[in-house]
């Protein structure tokens, strides 16, 4: 049974690891506004469980690495509450990728679904 547990656990690793970007960029892409990695989080827990694992740390080096391709862009505000805040932003380029990346998200789950409902 320990054998089992590690090995899904070890299979959605690998599945949130190649999809962490696509949410992030889909968050940022439908919100109006900046939003900052604990918005960021919060709102993927709320529509997408599971992405993060309960791990939000691990959204801010993504985040970091999508800024440094330019598919985000970040300010830092000070915050009332607290220490200064990173506010992250779609980019039109991140908006093109986005849109790029969800027509191969869908291809590749439809190929996926196709293979595990025995349609080859």
């Not at 391709?69 to 915050?79: D, I, N, T």
Request: positive net charge.
């Amino acid at each position: 049974m320990d054998d089992n547990a590690g090995q899904l656990k070890k299979f959605q690793k690998e599945l949130s690891s190649g999809t962490v970007s696509l949410v992030l960029l889909a968050v940022l892409g439908q919100s109006r506004q900046p939003l900052y990695g604990y918005q960021i989080a919060k709102r993927l827990e709320e529509v997408a469980e599971g992405v993060l694992a309960g791990k939000q740390s691990a959204l801010y080096p993504v985040l970091r690495n999508l800024e440094a391709s330019g598919l985000l862009a970040s300010e830092v505000e000070p915050s009332v509450s607290g220490p200064p805040r990173r506010y992250y932003r779609i980019t039109k380029f991140g908006r093109e990728m986005l849109r790029e990346w969800v027509a191969a998200w869908n291809a590749t789950r439809d190929s996926v679904d196709k293979v595990l409902q025995g349609e080859m």
